[in-house]
Structure formats: structure tokens, C-alpha cells
């Protein structure tokens, strides 16, 4: 999947912390769907914001307070990506590379130069 800076800043500055929260939750389902294996991504809202990714019977589980969430949300478009992709990979989710530019941007391995990925 490929990412879409424009976008997504116009996007992290105009929906509440639990409609960005959902749409990015959407952006990490779409992405797993390009991978191998039989993911499920859920998203709720309870006292925290929790992501889990689910893959068979291996469940990644990622919460977030609302403070921690407006924070990311202002802090940069895609902080709130990185955060959870993170925190799945630091419990052992596998990542895949080589479909699209999102994983790697968020993983600091392109740079960007007058709005171009490098």
C-alpha cells in the first residue's frame, strides 16, 4: 500500500481522535491484507483505544489512552501509524515488506525531500 501525505494531514487535523483512530486501524487492515495469512484487524473504544491484530490464534493486542492519542494525532499525520506498527512488531508481529511504500516510510527506511519519497 502507498501512502498519501496530502491526504492524511487533511485528515489528521479534521476527524475527532476516535474517527482518526478508526480510519488508521483501517489503513493497517488494508495493508495486512496484502500479506500472507489470515489477518483480522478490530478496533474499539472502551476506557482506551485498543488495536488488536489477529492472525490464527496469535493475537497482537495495542492500547492507548485518549491523551496519548490526541498527542499523536497533532504531533504528525502518520505518528499514530508508527506508534502501533511499533508496538505490534515490539510483540512479535512479522512484518512484511515490498507492497507499497507505508511500512517503510513509517519505519524510517525512505526520507522525504520537497514532498518526495526517497
Given at each position: 500500500?502507498?501512502?498519501?501525505?496530502v491526504a492524511r494531514g487533511y485528515l489528521s487535523k479534521n476527524l475527532t481522535g476516535e474517527e482518526f483512530f478508526k480510519k488508521v486501524a483501517e489503513?493497517?487492515?488494508?495493508?495486512?491484507?496484502?500479506w500472507?495469512?489470515?489477518?483480522?484487524?478490530?478496533?474499539?473504544k472502551k476506557t482506551v483505544y485498543e488495536l488488536k491484530v489477529i492472525n490464527e490464534e496469535t493475537v497482537?493486542?495495542?492500547?492507548?489512552?485518549d491523551e496519548e492519542l490526541e498527542m499523536l494525532q497533532s504531533k504528525s499525520p502518520?505518528?499514530?501509524?508508527?506508534?502501533?506498527?511499533?508496538?505490534?512488531?515490539?510483540r512479535g508481529l512479522q512484518i512484511e515488506k515490498g507492497h507499497?511504500?507505508?511500512?517503510?516510510y513509517l519505519l524510517g527506511e525512505y526520507k522525504v525531500v520537497?514532498?518526495?519519497?526517497?
Open positions: 500500500m502507498n501512502i498519501n501525505g489503513m493497517i487492515r488494508r495493508e495486512l491484507e496484502d500472507q495469512g489470515n489477518y483480522v484487524v478490530e478496533q474499539k497482537y493486542s495495542v492500547s492507548l489512552p502518520y505518528s499514530l501509524d508508527v506508534v502501533l506498527w511499533k508496538e505490534l512488531i515490539n507499497g511504500n507505508y511500512i517503510p520537497n514532498g518526495r519519497l526517497f
